[in-house]
Structures are given as C-alpha cells and as structure tokens.
C-alpha cells in the first residue's frame, strides 16, 4: 500500500509563486507515474500535470509554461512549482500514483492512490 501526503498549499497573491510536494511512504515510488489533480466544489478533478517513472512530463494547456511537475526518487517526493498563479487556479490539488508507470493517464479512474489534497488559494 502507497500513503501519500501533500504539503505545501496555502494563500498566494495572483502573480504569486508556490511549491507543493508530495511524500510516498510504502510501495515502490520510483516505478510509478506520480501526477498532481486539482478540484473546485462542483466540478470534477482534472489532471494538471504527470510524471513517468523516466521522467517524462506531460502538463495541461491550462497550466503550460508557468506550471512544472518534477520528481525526487531518493526523497520519494513529487513536486509542483507554480508560478505566475491566477485566481482560476484556486482548488484542492492532490496527489495521485499510476503503477503503470510508463503512462501519462489523464483520467482519475487510472490512478491507483490518492492523497488527501492541500488547499490553494489565489487572490486577485
């Protein structure tokens, strides 16, 4: 079994820059894809941003260019630099790993663990 925990979240001015992270416990982090979610009350989640267990990336159009996810297999952590945030940003983002790790899944239903989520809150 995988535990995930994001840290990291919190309030940020539009414009603004934050770092969230992602601690794995259990399993065997280095082989999987790890992603970043994010959700706002009423809609359903969506994939921001994946990594492959080789490093490959693949982030939303939403997020392109001020947005990058990143991976720390010794520390077992993933990581989400957000800069240059905007008010639409505002969301819960999880956590998520895929044990197909060579995939860069776009839907929920292929994700195999989740985090709890950790608040981000972009002020205009």
């Not at 240059?84 to 899944?105: F, I, M, N």
Request: proline share 2%; aromatic share 10%.
């Amino acid at each position: 079994q995988v535990q995930l925990v994001e840290s990291g979240g919190g309030l940020v001015q539009a414009g603004g820059s934050l770092r969230i992270s992602c601690a794995a416990s259990g399993g065997t982090f280095g082989s999987y894809a790890m992603a970043w979610f994010r959700q706002v009350p009423g809609k359903e989640r969506e994939l921001v941003a994946v990594i492959t267990s080789a490093g490959s990336t693949n982030h939303a159009v939403s997020v392109k260019g001020r947005f990058t996810i990143s991976r720390d297999n010794a520390k077992r952590t993933v990581f989400l630099q957000m800069n240059s945030l905007k008010p639409e940003d505002t969301a819960v983002y999880y956590c998520a790993a895929d044990r197909a790790g060579w995939a860069t899944h776009t839907r929920t239903i292929d994700y195999d663990f989740w985090g709890q989520g950790t608040q981000v809150t972009v002020s205009s």
